[in-house]
């Protein structure tokens, strides 16, 4: 009685290890799939890129003044320049802005197909 | 409760040993002795652990192994294989920021990288090198860059322009993002650990829990910016190799 039962048991054991070695392979793939930061869930990915469009923006902004500012010292032609590069610097970190989202999305696009 | 109780205090300079070089205020100050420190814990550690180059690596030579091949990866697929040779320059990035924000949260450290001048300088050298890198790979090709393709005559020089700045913003919202976050973070720290000590015994333990769980996300922030900071130096670098954006 006692013969007939250990074989059972060791046969659902070994199937139990099949189905746990399986499971560590999916696993394994899942983890090896993307290479990004290891310990960062996407809702973290997707704050890190916000925070990124945000710097992007206000320090286009910051640049496109500081050099309108200087320009304008330089060739005295203020505000003219102050005005104009602000504009520009505020389409630059826009554009900035726009290109970070979009590796983002083709990052994102890559990891979960 | 006196003046040091402020939150701003921990970033404060302070010289140390006073040097003055030709009127030029050089002395080395607590920014300058924790660099050394972060230094000196990326070498001690890196020569450490690789000392016994066992074929099955130990838990330190892992850790070693571990950053070597996460950066090796980074370079491969955002710059490809001409990024080989950049390797050493910025596993070296990665692993300063990593260790000067890490060494950061201990408490009564100081961290380099919560002031604007320390990451600039490194945003800078990567600025500077990186145009250099297209400038000695492309020649003036290299302004090709600047203008985008399949754009109406008429409004090419305004793009040109936008794209110059846009390119100009790089050093800067490069070193914003790390001094920033480093900056919030350690203030917030500070503000919460103030709470703790001015509610007392009874009310102090909510901010005590908080400050508990910022210290987890601040040691989570401290890898992700220096992996930031280090990505974007692989895209900057691969812009300027490949010339695309």
């Known amino acids: 009685m006692g013969g007939d039962r250990f074989p059972m048991k060791h046969r659902d054991e070994t199937d139990g290890d099949r189905k746990r070695l399986d499971e560590l392979d999916d696993r394994l793939r899942e983890a090896r799939k993307g290479s990004g930061p290891p310990a960062t869930t996407s809702t973290q990915r997707e704050l890190g890129v916000a925070y990124r469009v945000m710097v992007e923006m206000i320090a286009g902004v910051g640049v496109g003044g500081f050099l309108g500012w200087w320009l304008d010292t330089w060739l005295g032609t203020a505000p003219l320049l102050l005005v104009a590069l602000i504009l520009l610097g505020f389409a630059a970190g826009a554009m900035n802005a726009y290109r970070a989202i979009r590796q983002y999305t083709a990052a994102a696009n890559r990891d979960g197909s | ?245």
Request: hydrophobic content about 60%; aromatic content about 14%.
């Open chain 2, 1 to 245: 409760m006196a003046a040091n109780s402020s939150p701003l205090e921990q970033f404060e300079i302070k010289r140390l040993v006073p040097v003055e070089i030709g009127g030029i205020d050089a002395s080395f100050t607590n920014s300058a002795l924790w660099m050394v420190l972060t230094f000196l814990v990326v070498t001690l550690l890196m020569t450490m652990a690789m000392r016994q180059r066992a074929l099955i690596p130990g838990r330190l030579q892992s850790v070693a192994e571990l950053s070597y091949e996460f950066i090796a990866g980074m370079i491969r697929e955002n710059v490809g294989d001409e990024g080989k040779k950049y390797f050493p320059f910025i596993f070296t990035l990665f692993m300063f920021i990593l260790a000067a924000n890490l060494l950061g949260m201990v408490p009564y450290s100081f961290t380099p990288t919560s002031h604007i001048i320390v990451t600039f300088a490194m945003a800078f050298v990567v600025f500077i090198g990186v145009t250099a890198i297209g400038f000695a790979r492309h020649g003036l090709h290299f302004f090709g860059f600047f203008v985008p393709a399949g754009v109406p005559k008429l409004l090419l020089p305004l793009l040109v322009v936008i794209e110059v700045i846009s390119y100009l913003i790089r050093p800067v919202s490069l070193s914003v993002r790390l001094f920033a976050n480093m900056l919030a973070g350690h203030t917030m720290l500070k503000v919460f650990a103030g709470f703790v000590i001015a509610l007392g015994v009874l009310g102090g333990w909510a901010p005590l829990a908080f400050v508990v769980a910022l210290t987890g996300l601040e040691i989570l922030i401290a890898f992700l910016q220096a992996y930031v900071f280090t990505i974007l130096t692989c895209l900057y670098l691969n812009d300027a190799i490949h010339l695309h954006h």
